[in-house]
């Protein structure tokens, strides 16, 4: 057991560091519409050019090839520098359909996709969710048929993040009409721009519009855009999933740290109702205190988990637990600054950089959901890591 | 960097889990006057040498660090041992004369520990002890307790005997300065109280897996599922903190004493919860005396107590800073 990072791990910082100092965009990032996503592309493409896209990825794939703890030094220093936030519209590109085509995509699909997503180039969204398939993801009814080179996609996904903006599609259907469940799946990239996709927004409680439905009539995607097997699409889903539970949140975990400081601060200069100050109020103290040893412990967590993966090449089984302990220290976090703030936290028009604890707060049910829910968490954690007896 | 037990670190968890396996199973505490350590046991944890763990080689010891002394407490911890063998490697640290530390690496002379207890000091475990331990956070002194007159209480932890003592003589027998030994103390109930959360999760995890009602395992059901995933998680959120605490000692950090705070903190936090959760899983099986389920609890909350409280522990956490 140690801390100490290597001589390359130091260096790695102090360039990171320096790089960002002079880099980052001092514009804020547009709210909504194309502009968010084109401020996205542009700083995303600025990483790239000057060599800091994919830290952790393989070289031969356009990536610096460096160690899961430097990865981890990146996302520490881009939380330090104020950089634009990592959860984006280059998101799903970045954590989930890069690592999979990596896992488990074709030589071409590699080298067509794999540059273009570093570079910002192209967007990604996902496509596994339905109306009638979230937490019981095996339920998915869009169906894929299998003709000569193509498949022709009918049916609709649910809670597609950022679908208007994005090039392409990791789209998980059901290819074989007679099959049930895990089995008949198939993983697609899907070209957001064919023909027969219709996208529609769904407004939700934070009053914006960053999800989507979006429907397939009689949609032709070409075979060679399989990622792993015909039929075989859950295997090529779970290690999409893996990723995310696994490393997806990094930058979270790390920033989770300074957020609670914010508001310690915060709470040093807030008058309550009763005339005192806010961090002088017993139950709000100690609650802070608590969240800040939360913050501590799930650096400590991050770091652990990465350090063996970078061990054992592969995301540890101990994914689920991390995204409950995130997820569920931002909620108690933004809870806290309700009662720090008392009325202020009742204002809101949908504008995050108005309203910022307000919009966190409603935030946090979008991480506690989306992602596979907690109590899908639990129930992973029950099977994988517990071995308790399958509930389902 | 690496935060889980690696090489010699695995070898001493295994030896550390065989030794308190064969000679403090948790079952002794089902006995009548199973409290401390007694002179045999004190003689046979000392022929091992865990009290001498972190002493360096030339005052008689091993020469292993923080790191080691929590893997070893984890250990005691999942067996509930009693407070009686963390005191007696802090005394340990603490004596300056060689033949009184030799004396308390061979378990010849018993160390009870002394702590605050509003006006009078509380003697917490070895009810043989000729001398008492008392460890601030700034350092720590040995006293002679020959021939004072203490009174026994009724202690709800099985493991560990309780005493009241008016006040604590002023015979000196040695005493350190500085943090070291409060550190090494709040690491190693940390450590114990980690033991403990993790004993708990594996009682309920096993009997899950056999018990049924309704036709059914009940760890088949949603609602001892998700408990004892939450058992997990605060299992591993713990560990992981511990472990980062204990490498800092070990290397010097200037912040190893905040990430203590958040350990113990977090210890604390996961044995009171887990042992909770534990008892009520298992139902009406889990408040009986022959269960080991009550044992872990109430030794739980005892180390809660003991080098950082709650309030204590959140008062210093909330101004701390820590490095990179």
Aim: aromatic share 6%; glycine share 10%; charged share 20%.
């Amino acid at each position: 057991m140690d801390l100490k990072y290597s001589d390359a791990d130091r260096e790695f910082r102090a360039r990171a560091r320096a790089w960002l100092a002079v880099n980052v965009p001092t514009a804020p990032r547009p709210a909504h519409g194309p502009a968010s996503a084109q401020f996205d592309r542009d700083w995303q493409r600025k990483m790239y050019e000057h060599g800091w896209a994919g830290v952790a990825w393989p070289k031969e794939f356009g990536g610096l090839g460096l160690s899961g703890l430097q990865q981890v030094i990146w996302y520490e220093e881009l939380g330090r520098a104020r950089a634009p936030h990592y959860i984006n519209t280059t998101y799903i590109a970045l954590m989930h359909a890069g690592p999979t085509l990596i896992a488990r995509g074709t030589q071409s699909q590699k080298s067509f996709h794999l540059q273009r997503i570093l570079s910002g180039e192209s967007l990604w969204c996902q496509g596994f969710s339905e109306p009638n398939a979230g937490s019981d993801l095996a339920a998915l009814k869009t169906r894929g048929r299998v003709e000569d080179d193509v498949i022709v996609v009918n049916g609709s996904k649910m809670w597609t993040t950022d679908a208007m903006h994005a090039d392409y599609q990791e789209l998980l259907i059901r290819t074989d009409p007679g099959s049930e469940r895990h089995k008949g799946l198939t993983w697609l990239i899907c070209d957001m721009k064919l023909p027969g996709i219709d996208i529609k927004p769904i407004r939700t409680m934070l009053q914006d519009e960053h999800v989507n439905m979006v429907f397939y009539d009689e949609v032709r995607i070409p075979k060679a855009n399989v990622v792993g097997e015909i039929n075989g699409g859950w295997s090529t889903a779970l290690s999409t999933l893996s990723f995310e539970r696994g490393l997806g949140f990094i930058g979270d975990q790390l920033e989770l740290y300074e957020r609670v400081n914010r508001v310690i601060d915060l709470a040093g200069k807030t008058r309550l109702e009763s005339g005192k100050l806010a961090i002088e109020d017993d139950g709000i103290a100690q609650k802070l205190a608590s969240l800040k040893a939360d913050a501590l412990a799930i650096r400590a967590m991050t770091l652990a988990h990465i350090t063996e993966s970078d061990r054992t090449g592969q995301p540890g089984p101990q994914g689920s637990l991390m995204k409950l302990i995130v997820t569920a220290t931002h909620k108690s976090l933004s809870e806290t600054v309700g009662d720090i703030i008392g009325w202020d936290f009742l204002e809101f028009n949908g504008d995050r950089a108005a309203h910022p604890w307000t919009y966190d707060y409603l935030w946090s049910w979008v991480f506690t959901i989306s992602g596979g829910t907690s109590e899908i968490q639990r129930e992973i954690t029950a099977d994988r890591l517990l071995g308790l007896p399958r509930a389902r | 960097m690496f935060l889980a037990p690696d090489g010699d670190e695995i070898e001493i968890t295994n030896a550390a889990a065989d030794f308190m396996a064969n000679a403090m199973p948790i079952e002794r505490l089902h006995a009548a006057d199973s409290a401390d350590m007694n002179a045999a046991l004190r003689q046979s944890v000392a022929e091992m040498g865990w009290f001498a763990l972190t002493l360096p080689e030339a005052d008689g010891g091993s020469g292993l660090g923080p790191v080691e002394h929590a893997l070893f407490f984890r250990e005691v911890g999942r067996m509930s041992g009693p407070i009686d063998v963390l005191t007696q490697c802090l005394a340990a640290m603490v004596a300056d004369d060689p033949q009184l530390r030799a004396a308390l690496l061979a378990g010849e002379r018993a160390v009870a520990l002394a702590v605050p207890s509003g006006s009078e000091t509380r003697l917490l475990g070895a009810r043989d002890a000729g001398c008492a331990l008392e460890v601030t956070q700034t350092g720590a002194r040995l006293v002679s307790i020959a021939g004072a007159q203490t009174v026994e209480r009724p202690a709800l932890a099985p493991a560990c005997s309780m005493r009241l003592l008016p006040h604590l003589p002023d015979a000196v027998l040695a005493t350190a300065t500085g943090a070291h030994v409060w550190q090494m103390g709040e690491l190693g109930t940390a450590a114990m109280l980690l033991g403990i959360a993790e004993a708990a999760l594996d009682l309920i995890v096993e009997y899950a897996k056999i018990r049924e009602t309704f036709g059914r395992k009940i760890g088949a059901y949603q609602a001892v599922r998700h408990p004892c995933a939450d058992m997990a998680l605060r299992a591993e959120t713990a560990r992981c903190q511990l472990w980062y605490a204990a490498a800092a000692l070990a290397e010097g950090r200037e912040d190893a004493g905040t990430h203590l705070d958040a350990a113990k903190h977090l210890c604390n936090q996961a044995a009171l919860m887990n042992t909770d959760a534990d008892i009520q899983l298992h139902g009406g099986i889990g408040v009986t005396d022959e269960h080991n389920a009550h044992l872990l609890l109430k030794q739980a909350m005892l180390l809660g107590k003991l080098f950082g409280g709650k309030r204590a522990l959140l008062g210093q956490l909330l101004t701390a800073q820590v490095q990179d």
